[in-house]
Protein backbone atom coordinates (compact mmCIF):
# COMPACT_ATOMS: atom_id res chain seq x y z
CA UNK A 1 0.00 0.00 0.00
CA UNK A 2 0.97 3.59 -0.81
CA UNK A 3 0.79 6.27 1.77
CA UNK A 4 1.15 10.00 1.43
CA UNK A 5 2.03 12.42 3.94
CA UNK A 6 3.23 16.11 4.05
CA UNK A 7 -0.25 18.01 3.61
CA UNK A 8 -1.03 20.88 5.83
CA UNK A 9 -2.50 24.43 5.81
CA UNK A 10 -0.76 27.16 3.53
CA UNK A 11 -1.30 30.42 1.80
CA UNK A 12 -2.06 30.85 -1.67
CA UNK A 13 1.34 31.33 -2.98
CA UNK A 14 3.07 29.00 -0.70
CA UNK A 15 4.77 25.44 -1.18
CA UNK A 16 4.42 22.04 -0.09
CA UNK A 17 6.20 18.92 -0.79
CA UNK A 18 4.49 15.62 -0.43
CA UNK A 19 5.76 11.99 0.07
CA UNK A 20 4.57 9.14 -1.00
CA UNK A 21 5.68 5.93 1.18
CA UNK A 22 5.25 2.23 -0.14
CA UNK A 23 4.72 -0.24 2.60
CA UNK A 24 5.10 -3.63 2.16
CA UNK A 25 7.16 -3.42 -0.99
CA UNK A 26 10.71 -4.21 -1.39
CA UNK A 27 11.44 -2.63 -4.63
CA UNK A 28 10.18 0.23 -6.36
CA UNK A 29 6.92 0.65 -9.20
CA UNK A 30 6.65 0.69 -12.38
CA UNK A 31 4.75 4.40 -12.39
CA UNK A 32 3.49 6.23 -9.50
CA UNK A 33 0.47 8.68 -10.12
CA UNK A 34 -0.09 11.62 -7.95
CA UNK A 35 -3.81 12.48 -7.50
CA UNK A 36 -6.41 14.20 -5.20
CA UNK A 37 -9.79 14.82 -4.58
CA UNK A 38 -11.68 17.97 -3.85
CA UNK A 39 -15.40 17.44 -2.06
CA UNK A 40 -17.95 17.56 -4.03
CA UNK A 41 -15.42 16.17 -7.48
CA UNK A 42 -13.89 13.26 -8.82
CA UNK A 43 -10.04 12.21 -8.26
CA UNK A 44 -8.34 13.32 -10.93
CA UNK A 45 -4.71 12.89 -11.65
CA UNK A 46 -1.79 15.79 -11.41
CA UNK A 47 1.38 13.86 -11.34
CA UNK A 48 3.26 10.76 -12.41
CA UNK A 49 6.65 9.01 -12.70
CA UNK A 50 8.18 6.11 -14.36
CA UNK A 51 10.53 4.15 -12.31
CA UNK A 52 12.63 3.04 -15.15
CA UNK A 53 13.63 5.79 -16.91
CA UNK A 54 11.96 9.31 -14.44
CA UNK A 55 9.93 9.95 -17.65
CA UNK A 56 7.20 12.66 -15.89
CA UNK A 57 3.45 13.87 -16.68
CA UNK A 58 1.68 16.61 -15.32
CA UNK A 59 -2.14 17.50 -15.52
CA UNK A 60 -2.06 21.09 -17.56
CA UNK A 61 -3.52 22.62 -14.37
CA UNK A 62 0.14 22.18 -12.54
CA UNK A 63 2.31 22.09 -14.80
CA UNK A 64 5.37 24.52 -13.64
CA UNK A 65 4.02 24.28 -10.53
CA UNK A 66 4.11 21.03 -9.46
CA UNK A 67 7.10 18.69 -9.66
CA UNK A 68 7.27 14.88 -9.39
CA UNK A 69 10.51 13.30 -8.14
CA UNK A 70 11.88 9.88 -6.96
CA UNK A 71 14.40 8.99 -4.18
CA UNK A 72 16.85 6.89 -6.26
CA UNK A 73 18.27 6.04 -2.50
CA UNK A 74 15.09 5.26 -1.42
CA UNK A 75 13.26 2.74 -4.32
CA UNK A 76 9.66 2.57 -2.46
CA UNK A 77 9.51 6.87 -1.79
CA UNK A 78 8.33 9.56 -4.36
CA UNK A 79 7.68 13.43 -4.06
CA UNK A 80 5.13 16.30 -5.46
CA UNK A 81 6.70 19.34 -4.96
CA UNK A 82 4.19 21.92 -5.09
CA UNK A 83 4.62 25.45 -5.36
CA UNK A 84 2.96 28.81 -6.23
CA UNK A 85 -0.43 26.87 -4.59
CA UNK A 86 -3.48 28.09 -5.28
CA UNK A 87 -6.82 27.93 -3.67
CA UNK A 88 -8.02 25.55 -6.20
CA UNK A 89 -5.05 23.16 -5.74
CA UNK A 90 -7.10 22.27 -2.13
CA UNK A 91 -7.83 18.72 -2.40
CA UNK A 92 -7.17 15.41 -0.48
CA UNK A 93 -4.09 13.82 -2.05
CA UNK A 94 -2.99 10.18 -2.85
CA UNK A 95 -0.87 8.58 -4.16
CA UNK A 96 -1.28 5.15 -6.36
CA UNK A 97 0.76 3.05 -8.61
CA UNK A 98 -0.45 1.73 -11.96
CA UNK A 99 -1.97 -1.79 -12.66
CA UNK A 100 -0.19 -4.81 -14.16
CA UNK A 101 -1.29 -4.66 -17.94
CA UNK A 102 -1.37 -0.57 -18.05
CA UNK A 103 2.24 0.06 -18.79
CA UNK A 104 1.36 2.73 -21.37
CA UNK A 105 1.75 6.22 -19.96
CA UNK A 106 -1.74 7.15 -21.23
CA UNK A 107 -3.03 5.59 -18.63
CA UNK A 108 -0.79 6.87 -15.36
CA UNK A 109 -3.11 9.69 -14.58
CA UNK A 110 -6.55 7.62 -14.73
CA UNK A 111 -7.64 6.75 -11.07
CA UNK A 112 -9.29 3.46 -12.49
CA UNK A 113 -5.61 2.16 -13.98
CA UNK A 114 -4.18 2.28 -10.49
CA UNK A 115 -3.77 0.44 -7.20
CA UNK A 116 -2.65 0.50 -4.06
CA UNK A 117 -4.29 3.54 -3.16
CA UNK A 118 -3.66 4.38 0.76
CA UNK A 119 -5.01 6.87 3.01
CA UNK A 120 -4.43 10.44 1.22
CA UNK A 121 -3.48 13.74 3.15
CA UNK A 122 -4.95 16.79 3.29
CA UNK A 123 -4.00 19.63 1.37
CA UNK A 124 -5.45 23.20 1.84
CA UNK A 125 -5.01 26.47 0.81
CA UNK A 126 -6.33 29.47 2.00
CA UNK A 127 -5.85 33.57 3.23
Known amino acids: QLQAYGGGLVQPGSSLRLSCVAS????????IGWFRQAPGKEREGVASIRSSDGDRSYANSVKGRFTVSRDFAKKTVYFLQMNNLKPEDAAVYYC?????????????????????WGKGTQVTVSS
Open 96 to 116: ATVLPGYENPSYYLRPDTMES
Open 24 to 31: GFSTGHYA
